[in-house]
């Protein structure tokens, strides 16, 4: 966090020193330290904390393409320089699309981050990411699928309308917060390029630039960073790719230009920066998986039953509460997703 008032862990420590493979220890190191995160709460909520960078959405600019598609869309209207960047949800009772807890600030959101290609410093990630070039850029999705495609982002934005959702997050770390994310349902993405009747998971993965992401000179985690979903939980539609946060565009910090939001899931499945995603036969990796198997599961499904090697998972800080509150199981989305997982053992596909 670039403020006036802090120097940057960065000019205190030299790179080679803060970015090594104990910093992956660190990781969730903090959910064990209630007194610590409440003081990073603390400053957190002070007023006049730092602004954070964000521009607003453009207005969408053409009728999206139909497709046949099993999702409860919004519905349809006819776009114009007028109409409001971000849709709201068809609201179903039970979608879980939106909830009426107490959303978290942006400056909470965009001021406690976990992306490692800035640095494992959560606060000290705002700051790297400000003026991070999301111009030009491109997704390709490609794999087991019919109709491979690069897409450039502003196509996808032209192609699908941004809804709001408002999903808890909870990091496996042991913090959350509640996030009204614009985004729209992967699986119509996906849905564009057809995939193959073999294709059984989703792989995705960041850019790989270390001359923008300053974290990936280091090896601390192996870059670049990838994540994988199976084609169920792809397709479901809770699950969405996200490009905003609050009606303006995704803050570098958060995963600019697109990230995925998997609300039931522990945070770290939300992978951001995204630049390729492949329909595949076989579970893919996935870093945090790769890196630390018996800590971290493919599945990661948030489970107040399954305990961290190294922490209990049954509470958590919600950021800005005071106290902790119980965990839920599938972060409260069960009603929604538990069928995904029937007859399987959530301990050992943790
Ligand atoms: N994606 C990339 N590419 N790199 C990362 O380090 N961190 C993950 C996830 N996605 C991460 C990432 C983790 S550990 C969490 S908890 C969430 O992003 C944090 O998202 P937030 O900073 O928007 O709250």
């Known amino acids: 966090m670039a403020t006036s008032d802090r120097i940057p862990s960065s000019e205190i420590t030299p790179p080679e020193h803060y970015f090594n493979r104990r910093a992956v220890l660190r990781y969730g190191a903090a959910a064990a330290s209630v007194a610590a995160t409440g003081f990073v709460y603390r400053k957190l909520n002070r007023p006049g904390a730092e602004a954070i960078e964000t521009r607003p959405l453009p207005p969408p600019q053409h009728e999206p393409e139909s497709t046949p598609t099993p999702m409860p869309t919004p519905p349809k209207e006819t776009a114009s320089a007028s109409k409001p960047p971000v849709e709201k949800p068809a609201q179903h009772a039970s979608s879980g699309f939106t909830t009426d807890e107490r959303k978290s600030t942006l400056q909470q959101i965009g001021n406690y981050n976990n992306f490692y290609e800035f640095t494992t410093d959560k606060e000290g990630v705002a700051g790297l990411a400000a003026g991070f070039q999301t111009r030009p850029w491109t997704v390709s999705v490609e794999g087991l699928v019919h109709r491979p495609k690069v897409f ?31 985004g729209f349902p992967l699986g119509k993405l996906l849905e564009q390029v057809q995939p193959m009747g073999n294709a059984k998971y989703v792989a995705f993965q960041t850019l790989l630039d270390p001359t923008r992401f300053p974290g990936q000179r280091f090896d601390v985690l192996n870059w670049p960073y990838v994540e994988g979903l199976r084609l169920d939980e792809a397709m479901h539609p809770l699950t969405i790719l996200a490009a905003g946060i609050y009606g303006r565009e995704i803050p570098s910090q958060n995963g600019a230009p697109l990230r995925l939001v998997v609300p039931w899931k522990y945070g770290f499945k939300g992978i951001k920066s995204i ?19 018996h800590e971290y599961g493919f599945y990661s499904n948030v489970n107040p039953n399954v305990p961290h090697p190294r922490w209990s998972q049954a509470t958590e800080q919600r950021i800005g509460e005071f106290g902790r509150r119980p965990t839920l199981l599938f972060n409260g989305y069960a009603e929604q997703v538990a069928h995904l997982y029937k007859g399987m053992d959530l301990q050992k596909y943790f």
């Open 152 to 182: 450039d982002i502003d196509e996808i934005l032209r192609l699908f309308p941004l809804e709001e959702r408002v999903y808890r997050m909870r990091c496996v770390e042991a913090w959350s917060m509640v996030i009204p994310w614009n």
């Open 275 to 293: 630049v390729k995603i492949a329909l595949v036969a076989e579970q893919p990796t996935s870093t945090w998986n790769a890196q630390i198997p």
